[in-house]
């Protein structure tokens, strides 16, 4: 990697709204090889279907509007929106990333045995909402 690069990265997370970019370009990172793993294991696994992957693009996109939309009201409504918050939303969405990913690896027959137990207990917690 590039020098540059770290220290432009170390010089965004002195401010907030650094902080926050950078975590908006992780999420948005985590995203799209959710995308590629999702229609790689699709495609190995013979499931594609266009309406699915409509619906999952869409549901990508509204939440990224949502991620980008949520930045300024930082500077329109302080008091009800600190950087915490969105920092705090981001990490939420980051590890909801990665256990799609996790679990598209899974689908795709790759050692995922040291996660079995994360997501074990997220898809018992899923299951028992349901009822």
Do not use: C
Not at 32 to 60: C, P, R, W
Not at 72 to 98: A, C, D, K, Q, R
Request: hydrophobic share 55%; proline share 2%.
């Amino acid at each position: 990697m590039d020098m540059k690069m770290l220290l432009w990265a170390e010089e965004m997370m002195k401010n907030e709204y650094g902080k926050v970019l950078i975590w908006l370009g992780f999420v948005i990172i985590l995203m799209a090889i959710d995308m590629v793993t999702g229609f790689i294991q699709a495609y190995i696994n013979h499931e594609i279907k266009s309406g699915k992957m409509s619906t999952g693009l869409l549901k990508k996109f509204a939440l990224l509007l949502v991620l980008v939309a949520i930045i300024p009201l930082t500077i329109v409504l302080p008091e009800l929106f600190s950087v915490s918050i969105i920092v705090g939303v981001y990490v939420l969405e980051t590890l909801n990333e990665m256990v799609s990913i996790i679990e598209n690896l899974n689908k795709l027959g790759v050692a995922t045995a040291m996660f079995e137990p994360i997501i074990k207990r997220l898809q018992s917690g899923t299951k028992e909402d349901d009822k």
